[in-house]
C-alpha cells in the first residue's frame, strides 16, 4: 500500500476507530447493571467492587437502573480506551436531552497523537434495546469522507445487533434519558450477570485485540544480505516494510529470520519493495527485471510477492466505489480491477518460474477498513479485498505459487493492528500487524515454526 495515502483519509479512518471506541465506552456502562435500588456508578467499576458489582444474585426479570453523572462517563470513556490505540490524554461528557433521548457531547485529545476529537452521540430506547447515533463528529477540525463515513455506520449498526441479542437473552432497555445532567438506563433482565458479560464482549472494546506475537522480529535491520538460499522479496509498502521504524520488524525480515531459526542456517536476502506500487508497477518498474537477475545468478530459496493492496486502495478511495460501495458501478469497477491484477500477477509469477524460483508465496492484501462493525460498508469493503484475493488464489494456482491470506487474521483490527492510532494516523500494519502478515507468509509456506499453541 502505498505511503501517499497519508492525507484526511487516514485521519478519517482514525476518526472512525475513535469514534467507534467512544461509543464502546458508552456501551462499557453495562457492566454496571445492578438493583434499581441501588443504582451503581463508575467508582464500583473501576475500583476494588468490580467483582462484586456483577455478582449479586437478582430474580427472574429484576429491574435495573443506571445512573452516570459526566464526570463519570468520561472516567469510564477514558478507562475504557486506555488499553487501545484511540487512548485519550483528556476526555470531556456533557449530558443533555429529555425524556425520550440522552445527548452525549465528547470531546478529548488522544494521548499518541496529535489530534482532537468531538462528537455528539445521541442515546436513545427503542423497541427494549439501546440504539446510539452519531450526530455529528469532527477530528482534529475534518469531517469523515467516503468510506470512514460508512464504517461508522456500520459500527453503529453493529449496536442494533447487540441489542437484538441482548433481548434474546432477556434484558429490555425500557428508557435513555438526560435528568439533570445524568445519563439515566433504566430496564429489566432476567441474567444480569450474563448481558454484563454479552456487552462486554460487544461494547467494552470495539473491534478485535491484536493477537500474541508468533514469529517474532527478524536478524536484519537492512535489505540487502548475500547468502545462500537467499528470501527474495518483491512488491508494495507492505513487502517494503512500512509502519516498522525498524526493518527487523517488518513481515519480511520475520520470515527471514524465522528461516533461519528453523535450521541454524544463515540466508540471504534481498528486498526489492517499493512503497506505492501495484502489480503493473512491479512488472514495470524494474523490480521484476531485478529479481530475473538474481534468480540466474543466486541460489534462492523463496520469493515473497505482495501486491493487490494499492489496487484495493485505488478502487475504495477513488471512482464509483468512493461514492456508492452498492452500486453497479462499483461493482463493474472491482471486476475490472480483478481482470488488471490477475494480468499483471499472471506475469509476475510466469517470469519468476520461468526464471527458476522453486518457491513462491504471494500475500494477499487485508482490508484496511475493517474496524470491527460489521454492517453493511464493512461487508462490502470486505468483499472488494475477497473479489481481489480470490484473483490471487486462481492466478498462483495456476503458476504453482501459493497464498498467504491475512483476511481472517486483520478482519476487525484495523483499530489494533495497524498505525490508526499514531501520531500521523496510517494504514499500514504495526509490528505486531507485520507479525501477522509474517505468519500468514510461512503458514502457506508450510513451515510449522508458527504453528499456534
Known amino acids: 500500500m502505498t505511503d501517499a495515502h497519508t492525507g484526511g483519509r487516514r ?144 459500527l453503529l449498526a453493529g449496536s442494533g445487533e447487540v441489542g437484538e441479542r441482548l433481548t434474546a437473552e432477556g434484558v429490555t432497555v425500557e428508557d435513555v434519558r438526560a435528568d439533570q445532567r445524568l445519563l439515566v438506563i433504566t430496564g429489566r433482565a432476567e441474567d444480569p450477570e450474563r448481558a454484563a458479560t454479552l456487552l462486554r464482549q460487544a461494547f467494552g472494546a470495539v473491534g478485535r485485540p491484536a493477537p500474541p506475537e508468533r514469529v517474532g522480529p527478524g536478524r536484519l535491520a537492512v535489505r540487502d544480505e548475500p547468502g545462500p538460499e537467499l528470501v527474495l522479496v518483491l512488491g508494495d509498502s507492505i513487502a517494503a516494510g512500512t509502519g516498522s521504524a525498524d526493518h527487523r520488524d517488518a513481515a519480511s525480515s520475520r520470515v527471514h529470520g524465522a528461516l533461519e531459526r528453523l535450521d541454524g542456517v544463515a540466508r540471504g536476502y534481498r528486498n526489492l519493495a517499493e512503497p506505492g506500487a501495484t502489480a503493473a508497477d512491479v512488472v514495470t518498474g524494474g523490480q521484476l527485471e531485478a529479481a530475473e537477475g538474481i534468480l540466474a545468478a543466486d541460489e534462492v530459496g523463496l520469493v515473497v510477492v505482495s501486491v493487490g493492496g494499492n489496487e484495493l486502495l485505488d478502487l475504495l478511495e477513488g471512482g464509483p466505489c468512493a461514492v456508492d460501495l452498492a452500486s453497479s458501478a462499483c461493482d463493474e469497477a472491482i471486476v475490472t480491477a480483478r481482470a488488471r491484477l490477475g494480468e499483471e500477477l499472471a506475469t509476475i509469477l510466469g517470469t519468476l518460474r520461468s526464471g527458476g524460483a522453486p518457491d513462491v508465496v504471494v500475500l494477499a492484501p487485508y482490508n484496511p477498513f475493517s474496524v470491527g462493525g460489521g454492517g453493511e460498508a464493512e461487508r462490502r469493503t470486505d468483499a472488494a479485498a475477497a473479489a481481489l484475493t480470490a484473483t490471487t488464489r486462481a492466478v498462483a494456482s495456476g503458476h504453482g505459487a501459493r497464498v498467504a491470506d491475512p483476511s481472517a487474521d486483520f478482519a476487525g483490527r484495523a483499530g489494533s493492528l495497524t498505525l490508526l492510532g499514531a501520531a500521523e494516523p496510517d494504514i499500514h500494519p504495526t509490528p505486531r500487524g507485520h507479525d501477522v502478515l509474517a505468519a500468514a507468509i510461512l503458514d502457506a509456506a508450510g513451515h510449522e515454526i508458527v504453528r499456534r499453541r
Open 11 to 154: 485521519r478519517g479512518i482514525a476518526a472512525v476507530v475513535l469514534l467507534a471506541l467512544l461509543a464502546g465506552g458508552l456501551g462499557g456502562a453495562w457492566w454496571l447493571l445492578r438493583p434499581a435500588t441501588n443504582p451503581t456508578t463508575v467508582d464500583t467499576l473501576l475500583g476494588q467492587a468490580r467483582a462484586e458489582s456483577l455478582a449479586g444474585e437478582l430474580g427472574e426479570d429484576e429491574a435495573f437502573r443506571l445512573e452516570l453523572t459526566e464526570a463519570e462517563l468520561a472516567r469510564l470513556l477514558r478507562a475504557g480506551l486506555a488499553e487501545t490505540p484511540a487512548a485519550l490524554e483528556t476526555a470531556s461528557v456533557r449530558v443533555e436531552g429529555d425524556d425520550a433521548a440522552a445527548l452525549l457531547h465528547v470531546e478529548g485529545d488522544a494521548a499518541r497523537a496529535a489530534l482532537r476529537l468531538a462528537a455528539s452521540i445521541e442515546a436513545r430506547a427503542a423497541d427494549g434495546v439501546l440504539r446510539l447515533e452519531v450526530t455529528s463528529s469532527e477530528l482534529s477540525g475534518l469531517t469523515l469522507p467516503g468510506v470512514a463515513d460508512d464504517a461508522l455506520a456500520d
